[in-house]
């Protein structure tokens, strides 16, 4: 796989995940409504709902700055989940990993 073809699948999957978060937030707020209209609302399913959607916008954030060091080409992945991230990346997007590795002397 070329770098081309590496940055055309990450352009493709940033077009996706956007579609994704564009989607949750617009069912998210349209649930909502419907429960104010009801007057019952079930904490457990917004709670749920929202933890979908705070995943995908981060893999979109990601994707993002990915997208944006991809002109530098330094990226790395996480030691825990190999999830992919941007140079100057603090903390892994997908499981919370330290991305800060220790000097050994």
Excluded: P
Aim: net charge negative.
């Amino acid at each position: 796989m070329t770098n081309d073809d590496s940055l055309e699948a990450l352009r493709a999957r940033r077009k996706e995940t956007a579609r994704l978060v564009a989607t949750l937030q617009f069912d998210l707020g349209g649930l909502t409504a419907e429960m104010a209209q009801t007057g019952q609302f079930h904490l457990d399913v917004l709670v749920r709902r929202s933890a979908e959607l705070r995943a995908a916008d981060a893999e979109l954030g990601e994707l993002e700055r990915l997208l944006a060091a991809a002109d530098e080409g330094v990226t790395g992945q996480c030691r825990r989940c190999s999830a992919s991230h941007a140079r100057g990346a603090i903390y892994c997007w997908r499981c919370g990993e330290s991305l800060a590795y220790a000097v050994t002397q």
